[in-house]
């Protein structure tokens, strides 16, 4: 009896060691200390699915490198004769494309990059303290419709867009495309509101060179001359008087067909 009595105790325990770990797990369970914050997966099975579009849509911006904004005037109509190379094509082009290129700057500093290597300039006026802002800008100039069509629906750098658009043809995106840094254009509207004034007064100008040079050739002096002895002569009032002999002899003329 010994013996079955410990092989009884011994399952009893056994039940009894079982049982109390089901009572401790059901007891946790159920234990108001659990944390219930809800999980992302829980929370976004909550969502619509516009809200889930919207949040994709901004984690794709965030991932992505910022891009710039281009301010463009586009005139499909416009037929342009101008070569951006040579400066005349045979056939017109159709279509001409005008942007104002703002860059981020991460593109700026590799469009610097690359101008410092083509131009093989020590220092550039765009990275000077006054000339700092210019480093963001660009001009864009583009022709041909087509070819803007593309470039509308691209975004990112120019630089980097003109090598997809024109598929690695240097000398046709030459003749297409032209890109000028902010500093540069700067520079050629101050030569021209330099040079439109002297334009203006060219005229005036020239006048006073003929003047001044018919001091020098002697043609002036001529005239002064001519003037001098003129007046002493009394050339104005014999002029003056042969003048009034041909209008009194005209008059009587008249009279006398009048008489007959």
Not at 198 to 223: F, L
Not at 229 to 239: F, I, P, R
């Amino acid at each position: 009896m010994s013996s079955n009595d410990g092989r009884t105790s011994t399952r009893h325990s056994s039940n009894d060691a079982t049982n109390s770990s089901s009572n401790d797990n059901g007891n946790s369970e159920l234990s108001p200390e659990k944390d219930k914050t809800p999980t992302w997966d829980e929370l976004k099975r909550t969502r619509t699915p516009m809200q889930l579009a919207r949040q994709q849509k901004v984690t794709n911006r965030n991932e992505r490198e910022p891009i710039g904004h281009k301010f463009c005037i586009t005139n499909m109509m416009h037929k342009s004769t101008e070569d951006l190379k040579s400066g005349r094509v045979q056939k017109p082009i159709v279509g001409h494309l005008s942007c104002m290129e703002y860059m981020t700057e991460q593109m700026s500093q590799r469009v610097l990059h690359a101008r410092k290597q083509q131009e093989n300039e020590g220092d550039l006026w765009a990275e000077k303290w006054y000339g700092q802002w210019t480093l963001r800008w660009q001009m864009v100039t583009l022709l041909g419709q087509q070819n803007i069509n593309r470039y509308i629906r691209e975004s990112g750098l120019t630089q980097e867009v003109a090598d997809n658009l024109f598929a690695g043809d240097n000398e046709k995106q030459k003749r297409y495309l032209k890109v000028v840094p902010m500093d540069q254009v700067l520079v050629a509207w101050q030569s021209a509101a330099l040079a439109y004034p002297e334009k203006i007064m060219q005229p005036v100008v020239r006048a006073v060179d003929r003047y001044k040079e018919s001091w020098s050739n002697g043609s002036q002096t001529k005239w002064v001359g001519w003037y001098r002895d003129s007046t002493l002569n009394l050339g104005a009032v014999k002029m003056t008087c042969r003048i009034g002999n041909a209008v009194a002899k005209i008059w009587n003329n008249v009279d006398e067909n009048n008489d007959k």
